[in-house]
């Protein structure tokens, strides 16, 4: 059964269902990874986890930050941005049951030399380690004081890995890393408040796909996350946050043969209008 990876849906469920449909056309019975930000921005936020959450065991999803920002705004614990398109989940009478499964989907998943994360690692983190830890976060997400884990999430520090952190503040490093990085610097300090380039004005940081000696160059990074990168096709990197919601494309990979599926997006949302 071939696997697709597919990038960044955000509400956008009319062009996941073309997007499902061209790829059903060669494969009928595809194993699909979604590589996070199920929703929001898009306009149609409720239909898209509703779907996603009906194609059942042969498909999977990492969680992103919007992912995440429907959880937290959900338990009163973050106020919606003036760009959000969640109050359908949220008035929904399934919400629950959405909400439930949407927090039991983990952070980081590692098949047959891909690793699958919303925005990238981390370059002192090995493969089998970017998902231990991620391992550590789902399990308080996924257990009874989620809501307290979600009140304890945000923030941009420490910026910086350190084993040695414990508690909220390395669950926080965590999150951030496998939910929002962008760029860092060599020894893995994070500058997480740039967020519009794909370069960095800032010496000594660099996109963290490009820092020297990476340790997860040993495998395939598929992340989303970064529209302004466009589709990545690289030996140990795959990008596929292609701009769906910028009038861009909705793109998946076939991770057996590295073919490139794609469906073009009309523009839900206007540069600057978040």
Not at 115 to 141: C, F, I, K, N, Y
Not at 157 to 175: E, K
Not at 236 to 264: E, F, M, N, Y
Request: glycine residues 8%; proline residues 6%; aromatic residues 6%.
């Amino acid at each position: 059964m071939p696997t697709y990876a597919i990038g960044d849906l955000q509400g956008c469920r009319p062009k996941l269902t073309e997007l499902l449909d061209k790829i059903r056309m060669s494969c009928p019975d595809p194993r699909l990874i979604f590589v996070g930000d199920l929703v929001n921005r898009g306009p149609n936020s409720l239909e898209t986890l509703r779907e996603v959450r009906a194609l059942g065991d042969t498909t999977n999803v990492v969680l992103g930050n919007h992912d995440l920002h429907l959880l937290a705004v959900a338990n009163g614990i973050r106020p919606q941005h003036r760009s959000d398109t969640l109050d359908d989940i949220l008035a929904a009478p399934d919400r629950d049951e959405l909400l439930d499964w949407l927090r039991h989907r983990p952070l980081a998943i590692l098949e047959n030399k891909h690793l699958m994360v919303h925005a990238g690692v981390l370059p002192q983190w090995t493969a089998e380690q970017t998902v231990a830890l991620s391992r550590e976060v789902e399990a308080v997400l996924q257990g009874p004081d989620w809501v307290e884990f979600l009140r304890q999430m945000y923030g941009n520090q420490p910026a910086r890995w350190d084993d040695r952190l414990d508690g909220a503040d390395r669950l926080r490093c965590i999150v951030n890393a496998l939910t929002r990085i962008r760029f860092c610097d060599a020894e893995g300090t994070m500058d997480l408040t740039t967020s519009k380039g794909a370069e960095i004005e800032l010496p000594g940081f660099m996109r963290w796909f490009d820092v020297p000696g990476r340790k997860t160059e040993d495998v395939t990074v598929v992340f989303g996350h970064w529209s302004t990168l466009g589709l990545i096709m690289r030996p140990d990197v795959i990008s596929l946050d292609t701009g769906c919601l910028w009038g861009g494309k909705l793109s998946a990979v076939c991770l057996d043969d590295r073919s490139i599926v794609q469906v073009d997006c009309p523009q839900y949302q206007k540069p600057g209008s978040i």
